[in-house]
């Protein structure tokens, strides 16, 4: 178990920063492009430029998605943002955090006997951040669901 000293203060949001940086970053050019494209061919007829542009936002929104994943831990429990879906969970519900060799992304083991994909780690562009959060994670988990949770609320 980690000591407290070790623990990130609360409330704390992990996510992917270079991974989101690359995706919004690609998705504005996406769009900047495909909107040049469209406004530069002059054959295009008034509904074309708009499906090219339309067909542009609806790439760049797809890469925000994406984009968007993050894990929030408060003093309460830890809400997980996936792409399509959030899910908020009590700190005893997590069982185990786990980020194995390979995975994509780290995996919460849960009471319920379930394990919930994190995509918020991800050691994809920067695994060594992605190892760091894991591991912060991992520390909290453990020291909030092990009976500490008395020394929390004074």
């Known amino acids: 178990m980690s000591d407290q000293s070790d623990l990130p203060a609360l409330p704390v949001t992990f996510r992917p920063g270079r ?4 995706l ?26 708009l499906s090219f542009i339309l067909t542009g936002a609806l790439l ?3 890469l925000a998605m994406l984009a968007r994943v993050k ?4 003093d309460t429990g830890v809400t997980v943002q996936n792409i399509a879906t959030r899910r908020r969970l009590d700190w005893a519900e997590i069982l185990q955090v786990n980020l194995r060799p390979g995975d994509p992304w780290v995996f919460l083991d849960l009471s319920d006997g379930t394990s919930l994909p994190v995509l918020g780690i991800q050691p994809g562009i920067a695994r060594e951040r992605a190892i760091a959060d894991a591991r912060a994670l991992r520390a909290l988990a453990e020291s909030r669901s092990t009976g500490d949770s008395q020394e929390h609320q004074g």
């Open 19 to 22: 991974t989101r940086a690359v």
């Open 60 to 62: 760049f929104g797809v």
């Open 71 to 74: 894990v929030v831990a408060d």
């Open 24 to 49: 919004l970053t690609a998705g504005v050019l996406i769009l900047a492009v495909i909107t040049a494209v469209a406004l530069a061919l002059e054959q295009l007829g008034p509904g074309e430029r």
